[in-house]
């Protein structure tokens, strides 16, 4: 805090001040009760010492001698001296502690008004600290579409702003962008929105949200977060999708029509989750409907008269082993004996749950049984 005259206030400073005052105004009252007093004395010697002379040079004036009240226009000038001064000085020091009050508020007001400046700064250095660090590039843009300040990010994209443009800034042109928020967000909209940057070969997903400065201005901060390398990504992503599908289609052309007739059972009950054709066409099912395929088919194991299937899947459910019969014989109803190379397969997806069964079955008949004409 300083002093009205500008010096730095120290501590105690205050009441010397006002110590300082009050002697100021005890002698500014003296000198002017001093001034009138030796006024009254100069009046007082006029007045009587000129009568005197006069009457003594001019005896025709002397015709009626002049009685002088010498005592009492002393006594009245020392009272109305002594007076004045007491007065003066209280009126004096009235005015003094006023100013002095008055320069103590003012004092008061400038450490106020100086520590709340420092404060702001501090906040402005602050922020700006943080948008200097932010990975992304930032821009406050003011009216008419000056970018005011850039962060290092967006500086190193883009260069300095130097007082340029929104539009030349960011494309070199000085037309307006036809893609321009900034009426929006000066209108009180927060955007979010892609750009596509053709001078960069960059995409930004762009960030606007009005500012409102001290004087209630209303600015735009932008920010610029690059999303290249995440719509690569994407689209690498979809491709790839697009690769697995295709590839499944194919596989599942395959498996549908492979000489072998496959078929994958659920770990937990053994109901049959999927089969292609050549399953459908030799295998005959229990609880299946004839000539049915569909694509999650509703049944249970192949049914067989003296082989118990449940027993042979639970048996490879328990052990994790598969098991193998190169020359299994399959007979059903109103149908000759079929030879079939029969596999069936524990398969794991994860470790959490129960692995399902895969059967796969090759129709051998023909090479273990030729036909003679």
């Known amino acids: 805090m300083t002093n009205h005259n500008g010096t730095p206030a120290q501590p105690g400073d205050m009441p010397l001040q006002v110590e300082n005052a009050h002697r100021s105004a005890r002698r500014r009252a003296f000198e002017i009760a001093t001034l009138y007093a030796l006024i009254a004395a100069g009046w007082f010697f006029v007045t009587h010492q000129t009568l005197s002379f006069i009457t003594s040079f001019a005896p025709q004036f002397n015709s009626k001698p002049i009685e002088f009240d010498a005592v009492e226009d002393v006594s009245f000038a020392i009272v109305t001296a002594v007076a004045l001064f007491l007065l003066l000085r209280r009126d004096i ?3 003094d502690e006023a100013n002095e009050a008055l320069w103590r508020a003012n004092d008061d007001l400038e450490l106020r008004v100086a520590r709340r400046t420092a404060a702001l700064a501090a906040e402005r250095a602050k922020l700006l600290n943080i948008l200097d660090a932010m990975p992304d590039g930032v821009a406050i843009i003011r009216q008419p579409c000056v970018v005011e300040y850039a962060n290092p990010a967006m500086q190193r994209q883009w260069g300095t702003p130097d007082g340029r443009s929104c539009s ?20 009180g909209e927060a955007l979010r929105w892609h750009w596509r940057a053709a001078e960069a070969h960059r995409t930004y997903e762009v960030v606007d949200t009005p500012l409102i400065g001290i004087d209630g201005e209303i600015a735009t901060l932008e920010i610029h977060h690059d999303v290249t390398d995440r719509e690569i990504a994407v689209r690498e992503q979809v491709r790839l999708l697009d690769q697995i599908d295709a590839e499944r289609r194919l596989f599942q052309a395959v498996i549908e029509n492979a000489p072998a007739a496959i078929a994958l059972f659920t770990g937990a009950d053994f109901g049959l989750r999927w089969a292609n054709r050549e399953y459908y066409r030799k295998l005959s099912l229990h609880l299946a409907v004839a000539n049915s395929h569909p694509t999650l088919a509703t049944g249970q194991a192949p049914y067989h008269p003296a082989v118990d299937f449940q027993d042979m899947f639970k048996h490879v459910h328990e052990t994790g082993r598969p098991y193998v019969n190169p020359e299994f014989e399959y007979a059903s109803s109103g149908r000759a004996p079929l030879y079939w190379q029969w596999s069936v397969l524990p398969l794991s997806t994860d470790a959490t749950t129960l692995p399902d069964l895969l059967l796969v079955a090759h129709d051998v008949t023909a090479s273990l049984c030729p036909q003679t004409d």
């Open 168 to 187: 030349a800034y960011f494309t070199g042109r000085e037309c307006p962008c036809q893609w321009c928020k900034t009426p929006l967000t000066e209108a």
């Open 93 to 95: 020091r009235l005015q």
